[in-house]
């Protein structure tokens, strides 16, 4: 067998502590490592100049699609003023006469106080025309007054069951909506992206999935025929990201959606990729999110007698939970809030104990807040902990919106990565991206420090969670693999396996962890066939 690439000149990562610094490639799978690869001859040879080669990344919860539709809109995601959000905001719409509306994201939610953004303010910028943003967390929109206008929304629209609209005091909305089941409102009447647009965005998306070292992704909110877009990419051969499908319920429709989710997985399951692109998963929201107040919580807000929004009566989640589970789906679902989280994991549970035994895997993301009695139960049904360990410091949107929400006491019970692996839980490593980076590097920096980016505070915040950092490459390598259904294929460098690879321009185990978030992705490989060079 011929080597088709050899890795050479650097240190090759096998697993905490230990190193090799070879690795031969051929026929997209890894042939040998150390001097059983460097005796071969090899088609090309790749100069590691003293970098670190690593299994490539996973992510485990992402949204693809809407990250690549944001590049198509007003660039505001980096921007750090009202003022600043609301000029680009114009000078697209300027740019841009002939868009009947104009939609983009995403915004920082800490910039106006409370969360709380005013249509007037974009009126300022575009009154003509309807001015949909999406915040950050994706669960909040801001809209303009034209867009109010034609959605109907006023003062005599009452708030969704899981939804809030923002109000002055004689009840006019703001201009803010949270959760789906308020911004749906407006958002339902904006114009749909055509097909090539949608798979144009996600062809950037990917993109930007490997200038960052991942080959595999959980898309996880994917609506009905959201997956046409890959299959679009697929047959072009432009998708050159593995990426899982995750179905999105609904907790008002779920009966009627069991057939169309297996029907779109048998499409998926049709197109003759199955290391490239699966739809074997269900994707619930049990809750919302802490900084808008509608995550579900055991004990209300501070000073409130609010508990929060669940998205799903709780007997209802599990009888979905359950009849996907029966249907050979795996279940992912978004939990926030402690009670959230207890809900999710009493549907998991309730599943197991329904259904035949078999290897689901079932997955709960974010886990931001989670009482310890349910900590502990995570290992013993199975379930991974797919944790957005980049969130996990004192940022703006801790400090304004979720510190005051939640009171000292909760605020540092947030985020148990350790915890959960010391009581033998698995924990994956996942962006929510655009929502936040999608760079695993960054999320395995914080991790390691739980510190911000001014490397505040100091022995990081909450210190007893951090995550060592070769322990966060497993969590973004091979627990990633293994919650993907891709682990014995990819995601660690053994001999066999697909040449999933990823080269750093050091070694970021060698060095404060804290710098990690410096390194510089040179390369990135999916069975051997380069994705991303920088």
């Given at each position: ?301 501070l000073d409130t007698h609010d508990h929060g929004r669940a998205v799903w009566p709780a007997d209802q989640l599990a009888l979905a939970v359950a009849a996907v589970d029966a249907l050979g789906f795996q279940t992912h679902i978004h939990a926030i809030g402690d ?69 000292p006491a909760r605020t540092d019970r947030q985020y148990p990565v350790a915890t959960l692996l010391a009581l033998g839980a698995r924990v994956s490593i996942a962006s929510d991206w655009p929502v936040s980076t999608n760079s695993p590097l960054e999320a395995l ?90």
């Amino acid at each position: 067998m011929g080597v088709e690439l050899l890795f050479t000149n650097g240190a090759v990562w096998l697993g905490p502590g230990l190193r090799t610094d070879a690795l031969a490639v051929s026929d997209g799978r890894i042939s040998a490592l150390g001097a059983a690869a460097s005796a071969r001859d090899a088609g090309q040879i790749v100069d590691l100049s003293g970098g670190l080669l690593l299994p490539a990344f996973s992510d485990g919860h992402c949204h693809p699609p809407q990250a690549g539709m944001e590049k198509l809109g007003p660039s505001i995601s980096h921007l750090t003023s009202v003022a600043a959000i609301v000029a680009e905001v114009g000078r697209h719409a300027a740019a841009h006469p002939e868009r009947d509306w104009i939609v983009g994201g995403s915004y920082e939610p800490a910039l106006a106080p409370g969360g709380s953004f005013h249509a007037a303010w974009l009126d300022e910028a575009v009154a003509d025309r309807p001015v949909l943003l999406r915040a950050h967390d994706y669960h909040t929109v801001w809209c303009n007054s034209r867009a109010l206008e034609i959605a109907g929304v006023d003062a005599s629209t009452p708030d969704p069951a899981t939804g809030l609209i923002d109000r002055f005091a004689d009840g006019r909305p703001v201009g803010t909506l949270r959760e789906p089941a308020a911004y749906t409102l407006v958002d339902r009447f904006a114009p749909e992206p055509t097909p090539a647009e949608k798979a144009d965005a996600l062809g950037l998306a990917c993109a930007d999935m490997a200038a960052v070292g991942v080959t595999w992704m959980q898309d996880a909110w994917v609506e009905a025929g959201g997956h046409r877009p890959y299959l679009a990419l697929l047959d072009s051969g432009r998708l050159n990201v593995r990426t899982n499908l995750a179905w999105l319920a609904e907790p008002d429709r779920w009966r009627d959606q069991l057939a169309g989710f297996v029907a779109q997985r048998e499409e998926v399951r049709a197109s003759g990729a199955p290391r490239l692109l699966t739809g074997e998963t269900v994707k619930f929201f049990a809750d919302g999110v802490i900084e808008s107040a509608t995550a579900e919580l055991l004990e209300p807000y501070l000073d409130t007698h609010d508990h929060g929004r669940a998205v799903w009566p709780a007997d209802q989640l599990a009888l979905a939970v359950a009849a996907v589970d029966a249907l050979g789906f795996q279940t992912h679902i978004h939990a926030i809030g402690d009670a959230a989280v207890r809900h999710a994991l009493d549907a998991i549970e309730h599943a197991i104990r329904t259904n035949p035994e078999r290897d689901r895997r079932p997955v709960i993301t974010h886990v931001q807040l989670a009482e310890a009695s349910d900590l502990a139960r995570f290992a013993s049904l199975g379930v991974t902990a797919a944790m957005q360990t980049y969130w996990a410091q004192r940022d703006a949107l801790m400090d304004e919106l979720t510190a005051p929400r939640l009171g000292p006491a909760r605020t540092d019970r947030q985020y148990p990565v350790a915890t959960l692996l010391a009581l033998g839980a698995r924990v994956s490593i996942a962006s929510d991206w655009p929502v936040s980076t999608n760079s695993p590097l960054e999320a395995l920096t914080v991790a390691a420090t739980r510190q911000n980016d001014a490397g505040l505070p100091a022995g990081g915040w909450m210190p007893h969670e951090r995550l060592p950092l070769e322990q966060g490459l497993l969590a973004a390598t091979a627990t990633g693999a293994y919650q993907g259904f891709t682990d014995l294929f990819r995601g660690s460098i053994t001999v066999g396996r697909d040449a999933d690879l990823v080269w750093l321009d050091r070694d970021v185990t060698a060095a404060d962890p804290a710098l990690a978030r410096t390194a510089v992705v040179r390369g990135t490989w999916l069975a051997g066939v380069q994705t991303y060079q920088a």
